[in-house]
């Protein structure tokens, strides 16, 4: 075989490894202290975050849960033209916290963070973090309140000022899992030593 094929494999190989790695979700969903027993950089992603904005381990837990099931590289679902041609994805949305390209790239020039990844745990949390900041300043949303925090996540700063998600009894019915999955966290967390 020559050099240059074997090269190629090994690369290819290692390649498909390291991505199935990173981006998988964790095993326990439902369990707050399991999941982040199994994945410790994830704890020190979002205590960070809320050491520098404020917002509650619990809370970034349950809105990445709700975007992404924890899962780094995830993407809106394609959309099909005839039931059979594909189009292109619904939205630009990718990674932990499913942030649009604009809203990133924006993100990436008011903080000074043009390398920051979407698909980086630490990325992503810091950039909840910034954006459920601007919901707290522009829409008086506590840090706390996850249900209207996500509310404003989903539908923008401007839609949530408007009441756009009013007319979206699909989007409240979430939001109102958001909370309740933030509350079911936060008692989990109170009850696991190591993440007190």
């Known amino acids: 075989m020559s050099r240059i094929l074997c090269a190629f494999l090994i690369v290819a190989t290692l390649a498909a490894c390291g991505r199935g790695a990173g981006t998988s979700a964790p095993r326990q969903l439902d369990n707050a202290c399991a ?5 410790p950089t994830y704890y020190k992603a979002f ?18 849960y709700q975007e992404s099931k924890f899962k780094s590289d995830a993407r809106t679902p394609f ?37 920051a990844r979407r698909n980086n745990i630490r990325d992503a949390s810091d950039f909840m973090g910034y954006y459920m900041n601007i919901s707290l300043e522009r829409n008086g949303i506590s840090l706390h309140d996850a249900r209207n925090q996500y509310l404003a996540y989903h539908d923008g700063h401007t839609g949530y000022a408007r009441g756009t998600y009013r007319q979206k009894a699909w989007l409240m019915r979430v939001a109102g899992e958001v909370g309740q999955r933030s509350e079911m966290y936060k008692a989990q967390l109170a009850s696991c030593r190591r993440f007190r």
């Open 35 to 39: 999941l982040l027993k199994e994945r």
């Open 79 to 115: 959309q099909y033209k005839l039931g059979v041609i594909p189009v292109g994805r619904q939205s630009s949305a990718f990674g932990y916290s499913q942030a649009l390209d604009a809203t990133w790239k924006e993100y990436q020039r008011k903080e000074g963070k043009r390398m």
């Open 47 to 64: 205590k960070a975050t809320e050491r520098k904005w404020g917002v509650p381990v619990h809370v970034q837990m349950a809105t990445i």
